[in-house]
């Protein structure tokens, strides 16, 4: 497997999809690349020779910001929002969409599994002062 900023890229893969592993580089980004050190997108990574291979590195330190440096990046943008109290850093501070997208209805993803709040049908009421009785009788 050949190694490239820390990610193994699978050998099978063509070399325009493999590179997309890396966080932080797409397809796009991956069209820019291989046009400047002039390789051939549709080569598979196996058959990459080292010369190849460094050039691709040199490429992707020069001109990207990938794995861990970007993640170390978004993260502390992140957390400068939640130290200023800007309303972003707010929002991610409370685990909540932070583009503006609507919450009453949406947002599950972010927000978790959906917990009714107050409203008790009469049978689960009383199934619920049951139990509270009978553990207080147990006392």
Known sequence: MTRIAGIDLPNEKRLDIGLTYLYGI???????L?????????????TLTDEEINKIVK?????????????QEVSSNIKRLKEIGSYRGIRHTKN???RGQRTKSNA????????????????????????KTET???K
Do not use: C, M, W, Y
């Open 26 to 32: 797409g397809r796009n980004n991956v069209a820019v």
């Open 34 to 46: 291989l046009k400047e050190v002039q390789v051939d997108p549709s080569k598979r990574i196996k």
């Open 59 to 71: 490429a992707l330190d020069k001109h990207f910001v990938v794995e861990g440096d970007l993640r």
């Open 96 to 98: 909540l969409p932070t």
């Open 108 to 131: 599950r993803t972010k927000r978790g599994k959906r917990s009714t709040v107050g409203a008790l049908k009469k049978d689960d009421r009383i199934k619920q002062t049951d139990v």
């Open 136 to 138: 207080a009788e147990k």
